[in-house]
Every structure is written in structure tokens, then in C-alpha cells.
């Protein structure tokens, strides 16, 4: 499926766009939502596409790419440099993740609040607002909560990464109030499959259970499967923030954060997926081994989302986990077992 | 109306409270706390009351109580010093106001969020994790909202003084959540009758219509007088962030914010009660002149609450207008013409 069929009422707001930065332009969700850029039908219109980031890039293709540009090193020590010289859109996706944010609350304020309020103000000290699209997450949501969330939903944050994004989009939405920046905040689903190795994520189960048994390695389930989650692809997600940063302001709306379209599964049926997709051997290798604090975690995130303003803009999510898994198979071929 | 009979059940908590802080304690709200503090039923377990202030207390009753220290200068630079030792509650009502916050967003970051993240990670930095009482504002609430707004409903905030309080209500939850404090967050209504002279913030009208008529003064109401107000008297507010105080931990419940009872009436209900308690010479002293500013911020603010979790506490707001002009006649004597 093409980028443009997916969002053919592209605004003409982009044509205008030459230069582009991605933080956390190096990790998972960077690199992908820069290969989708890159390989979107507006790329003429694309003079350099920076991508900043703590670690250095590792993906080859982009690091080829021409009007790519890898900077490494901290983001506010970089945007005391040159980094936003010209800058017409922002991708703001660097972030210290849950468990760091948890572990060292220090840590955690630093890198996301006094690095986004210290990235929004080089945005004000621009001549020209540029556009931003933060990435916030699910993670915002806790507690007691309706049985379907709205993006007018009062987010209750049960831990401090959802704190922290929570606030962020409280400053971005008053920022571009003010007109110093021309912000939107999104909400991202859990991103699955991600390739690579199991990290330590509570929600990191939900790559591995569908990514081990189609490399032909056994896997652990660690939650009820009849748990519901809240999930999109690699790919949706970065068609989703792309989907954002194109729709004129007019159109977007509200300041407040959007939920944006993802799939609301129980793990069973993720499973299921993977046995119609992959055959009965490779479901054979996912085994249930309940972990109570994983459980109590993806537990209290909400699964079920009324996501009509963002479906209003044309962004929209997987129909089914059988095409993320399809995705993630097309994608990483090197990573799968012949069957 | 005597402080316990309207919250007579006290926490045994209380018994063991020794020292307090009231920050922006030289503010109208501050002294007005600090003295119904003082002339509580619980104050005989009360050793010290500081009162900290950019500004000079003022008030000489306070000054002259021999448990009343006051101390001046900017509160990030005071808890470098011992402002925090042996501190068992804290009341944080010191911020800059909507007008300054809106006209110098630095000063007011700076002010609202950075003081209030230094005043945390003071408390963090303690022993003994003190209780904390922080007043936000009916300023975190606009945009579209329903009719009656609860605590659940999302805040939009429309001004930088509004996004900040709400920013500072979310890590107040999550520094209680860490447990480096005992915070809660409560929101006022426009608190009226201020004493004193007419101030430029767009609520100041509410009192300037009672206040100055009660002087013998001319006075302007800048809305029409059908406008609808969410508002409590100076000892309400003073009572409610005290029984907040007061309220344990597990009574508490959710950590965000609880709007404080209040009375919705329209303008034209403020006037009529001023009417009815100074007479019609003294209503007569007012006139309407529409001001399309102050009428577009007034009219954006919500006026119907669901307080239901608060009065489950046992908080309450003023039962009529007629109450909250004879509050003002009682405690302002000297600023009141005999008819």
C-alpha cells in the first residue's frame, strides 16, 4: 500500500517544506519515520532531512542518502549550535523511555521536560514558527478511566515518562497559542513488531511474541492473553506523525494532544495472528508465563480508543494484526525463518 | 460561623503538625490563611507559621503573633537557606498572576513552574516527606467544555497562567505518587471581595462592583450582568485549602486536582445582593460599560461545577452572595460607609 492512498488529500502546506529534523532521529521510530519520508511522494520537495540523536545512526540506507545529515550529541547542547538554522518542520521524538524515566526521575525531567521546553524555546527564538509534531504516548492515561478513552479523556499519568509527556504537550499546546511555534502533540499506540532484540520494556513482550517465533526462537507471554492492548506498526506510526505534521493547522484543530488510530486486540488474538500467518510451529513457540508486575503495568493501559477527530484528518491505523504481522515479515525478511 | 463547626471531623493527623509554611504568605490570600490558621482549634499544636513573600508582610496582627515568622525574597533563592527545615506542611499559593504570565512568559515559567520544581525537590531532599497544598486556579479550564465541569474534565488551559498551574498539578502527583511528598492540588473559584484598592486582572471587577459601592465609590461592571461566575469568599478559600490540609492521605483519594466548592452566580445576582445589603444608593454607584477584553476572558471561564468529591470531604463554599458581601462588611469595617 502506497504512501499517497493512504493520505491523498495531502496539503499543499508541504510543498513548501525544505528542511526537516527528526530528534531521536536514530532510534526504532526515527529512522523508520525517516525512511518513510524519504520514500514519500514529497520528497522533491525535501533539501536536507537531519536526523539528531544521542547515539549515532546505524542504518546504512540512510547514511547513504544524500539529503540525510546524522548529528550526534546531546539536544540542548546541539541547539545551542546551528541545528535549527532554516528549520521548517520538527519531529520530536527524543525521549528518556518508562523505565529510565522510573529508575531516575532526575534523568527523566531533564530529558524530556527541560530538553522539549529548551527545544521549544530555539523554535521561538526563530524568525519563522516552524512546525512540530511532538510524540507523546498511551503511557499519559492510568487509573480510573472510561471504558473508551477520547482525546478529551482526562489523562491521569501513573508514571513519570506519562507525567512528563503529559506536560510537555501542556507547553507545546501554549507555545503555539502564543504562536512561537506551530505544535501538535500525538499519542502513539504501542509500536509492534519492532525489530532487534527483547529490550525491557512492560510492553516489550508485544514485539517479541509475534518477532522470536518467526526467527524460529521460543518466546514468553507474560501477561493473561485474554489482556487488551493498544497497538499500530512501524509503518503507521510513521505515516501517522507524517500525517500530522502535513495537515494545516486550521484543520488540526484543538490544541490538545490526539489519540492517533491504532488496533485494539487482546493478546490472543495477536497470537492468533501469528498462527495464521506463520503456521502452527512457530505459535507452538510462544509459552505463558504470567509476571505479575508486567501484568499489573499493560493492565492499566487503556485498549479501547475513540480516535474520530484524528480519523476526521485521514490518519489511520492497522485493520488487523494479521497485516502487522505481514508488515513486519515484508520488512525484515533477514529476521524470519523459512517455514 | 466558628472554623470547627465547619469541618468537624479533623484528622488526628493534624495533632502532629508543629511547622508550617505559606508561601506568597504576605499576599491577600496568604494573610488571610495565615490568620483563620491562627484561629483555628488545632493551633495549639502549631509552633511556627512562616510566612515567605518576594514582597514584606504587611498585615501587623500577623507581625505581632509571636508564632508568626516572616521571611522575604524569592523563594528559590530562600530554599537554599533553612526555609524547609523541620517544615511539617507547606502551602504553596506564592505565583505570578494571569496578567504578568501573559505579558512575560519567561517571568512567569520561571515564577509558576521552575519555584514550584525547586519547592519539590526541596521537599524530596527532606526526611520526612511534608504535606503539601498547592492552589491552582478556575484559569487551567477553557476552550470547548461541557456545561458542568468536574473534576474529570480535561483542562484547555487559553492562558500561560492556566497552562502553568496545570503543569505544576501534574508534578505535584507525581512527586506524591514517588512519594516526596504528600501534595494535593486544589483549584479556587475568583475569590471576592478582595479588601484594597482595584487591581488589573480581568476577575478584578467582581470585587471592585461590591467593594467600592460599600466605600461610597463609584464603580464599572465590564460585563453584562448576565454573565455567570464561579466564585468563593476570602475565608472560603482560606477554609478550603486548610480542611485540604487536613484531609489523610487515603481520604484524599485521586491525585489530580479537586475544584473547590464555590457558588455559581451571574453578575447580575452580585449586584442584587449588594442591593439587598447596602441599599439601593449604594447599587446605584454602579454602572455597566461593556469592556470586549475582559467580557471574552470572563465569558471563557467556566461557572457550573460538580464538586461532589470536595463536599464528600466536608468542603464547602458560601450558600449565597448575600453571605460572601456580609463576610466583607464584617472583616473590612473600616472600609465600609455607614449608610
Redesign the interface.
Known sequence: MGYASLYPSVSSVTLNVMKILITGGAGFLGVGLAGEFLNSEQNQILTELVLADIAPLRDSVLAADKRVRSVTGDLRGLLKGDLLNGVDGIFHLAAAVSGECEAD?DAG?RANLDTT?ALLDACRALAKPPRLVFSSSLAVYG??MPDVIAD???????N?YG?QK??CE??I??YT??GYVDGRSVRLPTVTVRPGKPNKAASGFMSGIIREPLAGVDAVCPVDPQTGVWVTSPRYAARGLIAAFETPPEKWG???AMNLPGLSVRVSEMLAALKNCAGEKAAARVRVEIDDTISRIVGGWPWRFDTARARALGLTGPAAMDDIVAEYRADYPQAVQAR
Open positions: 526521575i525531567m521546553r487509573g480510573e478529551t479523556t482526562l489523562p491521569m499519568p501513573q513519570s507525567a503529559f506536560i501542556q507547553l499546546a501554549d497559542r502564543k484543538s490544541r490538545i
